[in-house]
Protein backbone atom coordinates (compact mmCIF):
# COMPACT_ATOMS: atom_id res chain seq x y z
CA UNK A 1 0.00 0.00 0.00
CA UNK A 2 1.34 3.33 -0.90
CA UNK A 3 2.59 5.70 2.21
CA UNK A 4 0.51 8.55 2.64
CA UNK A 5 1.62 11.79 2.09
CA UNK A 6 0.33 15.27 3.05
CA UNK A 7 0.84 19.09 2.45
CA UNK A 8 2.50 21.35 4.52
CA UNK A 9 0.09 22.28 7.61
CA UNK A 10 0.51 23.86 10.86
CA UNK A 11 1.34 21.14 13.38
CA UNK A 12 -1.82 19.62 14.86
CA UNK A 13 -2.50 19.67 18.55
CA UNK A 14 -2.93 15.93 18.77
CA UNK A 15 -0.43 13.48 16.51
CA UNK A 16 -2.69 11.97 13.77
CA UNK A 17 -3.34 8.35 14.44
CA UNK A 18 -0.83 5.98 13.04
CA UNK A 19 -2.97 4.83 10.24
CA UNK A 20 -4.44 7.62 9.24
CA UNK A 21 -3.54 9.67 5.92
CA UNK A 22 -2.78 13.53 6.15
CA UNK A 23 -4.89 14.84 3.17
CA UNK A 24 -6.48 18.16 1.90
CA UNK A 25 -9.79 18.46 2.44
CA UNK A 26 -11.95 17.56 -0.38
CA UNK A 27 -14.97 18.97 -2.20
CA UNK A 28 -15.42 16.01 -3.86
CA UNK A 29 -17.73 14.02 -1.31
CA UNK A 30 -20.30 14.82 1.17
CA UNK A 31 -19.38 17.05 4.25
CA UNK A 32 -21.06 14.49 6.56
CA UNK A 33 -18.78 11.53 5.18
CA UNK A 34 -15.63 13.41 5.10
CA UNK A 35 -16.49 14.43 8.80
CA UNK A 36 -17.39 10.86 9.41
CA UNK A 37 -14.02 9.42 7.71
CA UNK A 38 -12.21 12.26 10.17
CA UNK A 39 -13.68 10.68 13.20
CA UNK A 40 -12.55 7.25 12.02
CA UNK A 41 -8.83 8.26 11.40
CA UNK A 42 -8.87 10.23 14.85
CA UNK A 43 -9.10 7.39 16.90
CA UNK A 44 -6.11 5.81 18.50
CA UNK A 45 -5.78 1.82 19.09
CA UNK A 46 -3.82 -0.07 21.87
CA UNK A 47 -0.58 -1.75 20.76
CA UNK A 48 -2.21 -4.95 19.98
CA UNK A 49 -3.79 -4.37 17.37
CA UNK A 50 -3.01 -2.77 14.10
CA UNK A 51 -5.04 -0.54 11.89
CA UNK A 52 -4.39 -0.48 7.94
CA UNK A 53 -6.59 1.66 5.55
CA UNK A 54 -7.63 -0.92 2.58
CA UNK A 55 -10.27 0.19 -0.69
CA UNK A 56 -13.91 -0.67 0.06
CA UNK A 57 -16.12 -3.06 -1.42
CA UNK A 58 -17.43 -1.74 -4.97
CA UNK A 59 -21.48 -0.59 -4.77
CA UNK A 60 -22.48 -0.85 -1.74
CA UNK A 61 -23.10 2.04 -1.33
CA UNK A 62 -22.39 5.82 -3.60
CA UNK A 63 -19.66 6.30 -1.09
CA UNK A 64 -17.26 3.68 1.07
CA UNK A 65 -14.31 3.68 3.50
CA UNK A 66 -12.55 0.93 4.89
CA UNK A 67 -9.98 0.18 7.91
CA UNK A 68 -8.56 -3.46 7.98
CA UNK A 69 -7.25 -4.97 11.30
CA UNK A 70 -5.19 -7.02 13.35
CA UNK A 71 -4.40 -8.01 16.45
CA UNK A 72 -1.42 -9.50 18.25
CA UNK A 73 -0.99 -11.78 21.14
CA UNK A 74 2.57 -12.91 22.33
CA UNK A 75 3.23 -11.99 19.01
CA UNK A 76 1.17 -14.29 17.51
CA UNK A 77 -1.80 -12.64 15.32
CA UNK A 78 -5.12 -13.90 17.16
CA UNK A 79 -7.84 -12.01 15.30
CA UNK A 80 -8.89 -10.00 12.22
CA UNK A 81 -11.24 -7.68 11.14
CA UNK A 82 -12.30 -4.94 8.95
CA UNK A 83 -15.11 -1.80 9.79
CA UNK A 84 -16.53 -0.38 6.54
CA UNK A 85 -18.34 3.01 6.53
CA UNK A 86 -21.21 3.26 4.02
CA UNK A 87 -22.62 6.62 2.80
CA UNK A 88 -26.19 6.73 0.60
CA UNK A 89 -27.04 10.78 1.02
CA UNK A 90 -30.40 9.65 -0.42
CA UNK A 91 -31.01 7.56 2.39
CA UNK A 92 -31.89 4.47 3.18
CA UNK A 93 -35.16 2.69 5.19
CA UNK A 94 -33.32 -0.50 6.59
CA UNK A 95 -30.41 2.26 8.10
CA UNK A 96 -32.94 4.70 9.39
CA UNK A 97 -30.49 7.43 8.16
CA UNK A 98 -27.47 8.35 5.43
CA UNK A 99 -24.19 6.50 7.20
CA UNK A 100 -23.97 2.44 7.90
CA UNK A 101 -21.22 0.74 9.74
CA UNK A 102 -20.62 -2.78 8.76
CA UNK A 103 -17.85 -5.09 10.34
CA UNK A 104 -16.73 -8.26 10.70
CA UNK A 105 -14.39 -9.54 13.30
CA UNK A 106 -12.85 -13.55 13.23
CA UNK A 107 -10.47 -15.30 15.81
CA UNK A 108 -9.16 -18.53 16.81
CA UNK A 109 -10.45 -20.62 20.09
CA UNK A 110 -10.11 -23.39 22.17
CA UNK A 111 -12.03 -26.24 20.81
CA UNK A 112 -14.27 -26.47 24.23
CA UNK A 113 -15.52 -23.11 23.57
CA UNK A 114 -16.75 -23.97 19.81
CA UNK A 115 -19.55 -26.35 21.58
CA UNK A 116 -20.47 -23.91 24.23
CA UNK A 117 -24.51 -22.91 23.58
CA UNK A 118 -23.72 -19.51 25.41
CA UNK A 119 -21.00 -18.12 23.16
CA UNK A 120 -23.26 -16.41 20.46
CA UNK A 121 -24.89 -14.41 23.43
CA UNK A 122 -21.37 -14.05 24.33
CA UNK A 123 -20.07 -12.73 21.15
CA UNK A 124 -23.23 -10.46 20.96
CA UNK A 125 -22.34 -9.10 23.80
CA UNK A 126 -19.21 -8.17 23.13
CA UNK A 127 -20.16 -5.78 20.19
CA UNK A 128 -22.73 -3.73 22.23
CA UNK A 129 -20.65 -3.69 25.25
CA UNK A 130 -18.26 -2.54 23.65
CA UNK A 131 -20.32 0.39 21.63
CA UNK A 132 -21.84 1.39 25.20
CA UNK A 133 -18.63 1.33 26.97
CA UNK A 134 -17.21 4.35 24.49
CA UNK A 135 -20.49 5.93 24.24
CA UNK A 136 -20.97 5.70 20.56
CA UNK A 137 -24.61 5.77 20.36
CA UNK A 138 -26.24 4.06 17.70
CA UNK A 139 -29.70 2.40 16.37
CA UNK A 140 -30.76 -0.53 13.87
CA UNK A 141 -28.10 -2.70 14.62
CA UNK A 142 -28.35 -6.11 13.54
CA UNK A 143 -25.76 -8.99 13.06
CA UNK A 144 -24.82 -12.77 13.49
CA UNK A 145 -22.35 -14.44 15.45
CA UNK A 146 -21.17 -18.00 14.22
CA UNK A 147 -18.69 -20.58 15.93
CA UNK A 148 -16.86 -23.33 13.40
CA UNK A 149 -15.14 -26.47 14.79
CA UNK A 150 -13.16 -27.95 12.48
CA UNK A 151 -11.76 -31.54 12.79
CA UNK A 152 -8.88 -33.22 10.23
CA UNK A 153 -8.84 -36.09 8.43
CA UNK A 154 -6.57 -38.04 6.26
CA UNK A 155 -3.35 -36.86 5.84
CA UNK A 156 -4.36 -34.14 8.66
CA UNK A 157 -5.40 -36.84 10.66
CA UNK A 158 -4.08 -36.24 14.38
CA UNK A 159 -4.08 -32.31 14.16
CA UNK A 160 -5.71 -30.97 17.14
CA UNK A 161 -9.19 -29.38 16.19
CA UNK A 162 -9.67 -26.30 15.62
CA UNK A 163 -12.16 -23.74 16.11
CA UNK A 164 -13.08 -19.83 15.45
CA UNK A 165 -15.42 -17.23 16.14
CA UNK A 166 -16.81 -14.76 13.42
CA UNK A 167 -18.83 -11.80 14.26
CA UNK A 168 -20.37 -10.16 11.66
CA UNK A 169 -22.66 -6.75 12.86
CA UNK A 170 -23.88 -3.52 10.96
CA UNK A 171 -25.31 -0.15 12.99
CA UNK A 172 -26.42 2.99 12.43
CA UNK A 173 -24.12 5.59 14.05
CA UNK A 174 -26.51 8.62 15.45
CA UNK A 175 -23.23 10.74 16.54
CA UNK A 176 -21.56 12.86 13.28
CA UNK A 177 -18.35 12.12 14.79
CA UNK A 178 -17.58 8.80 14.54
CA UNK A 179 -13.99 8.38 16.74
CA UNK A 180 -15.89 6.38 19.36
CA UNK A 181 -17.01 3.76 17.54
CA UNK A 182 -13.49 2.97 16.07
CA UNK A 183 -12.83 2.53 19.41
CA UNK A 184 -15.75 0.78 20.37
CA UNK A 185 -14.60 -1.33 16.99
CA UNK A 186 -11.06 -1.90 18.61
CA UNK A 187 -12.50 -2.97 21.96
CA UNK A 188 -14.95 -5.68 20.09
CA UNK A 189 -11.97 -6.52 18.66
CA UNK A 190 -9.89 -6.80 22.04
CA UNK A 191 -12.85 -8.74 23.77
CA UNK A 192 -12.89 -11.30 20.82
CA UNK A 193 -9.12 -12.02 20.47
CA UNK A 194 -9.23 -12.22 24.31
CA UNK A 195 -6.93 -9.53 25.15
CA UNK A 196 -6.67 -8.22 29.24
CA UNK A 197 -7.54 -4.70 29.89
CA UNK A 198 -4.96 -2.32 28.99
CA UNK A 199 -2.60 -2.02 31.77
CA UNK A 200 -3.25 -5.78 33.19
CA UNK A 201 -1.15 -8.52 32.55
CA UNK A 202 -2.71 -11.75 30.94
CA UNK A 203 -3.19 -14.57 32.48
CA UNK A 204 -2.80 -18.04 31.62
CA UNK A 205 -4.89 -19.34 28.78
CA UNK A 206 -7.76 -21.79 29.88
CA UNK A 207 -10.52 -23.59 28.38
CA UNK A 208 -13.72 -21.83 28.15
CA UNK A 209 -15.51 -18.76 28.77
CA UNK A 210 -13.54 -17.57 31.48
CA UNK A 211 -10.24 -16.13 31.19
CA UNK A 212 -11.32 -14.34 27.74
Avoid at 3 to 15: E, F, H, L, V
Avoid at 23 to 46: D, E, H, K, M, Y
Avoid at 72 to 100: K, M, Q, S
Wanted: charged share 20%; aromatic share 8%; proline share 10%.
Amino acid sequence: MVPWAGRRAAPPRSPPAPYAQVVAPSTAVPAIFAQAVTGLRAARPRAEITLEEVSPPARLAPYAYAVSATVERDGEEVANGRLILLHDPAGHEAWEGTLRLVTYVTAGLDAEMATDPFLPEVGWSWFTDALDHHGAHYKAAAGTVTQTLSTRFGDLAGTPPSADIEIRASWTPVDRDLEAHLDAWCGLLASTAGLPPPGVAALPARSGLAGR
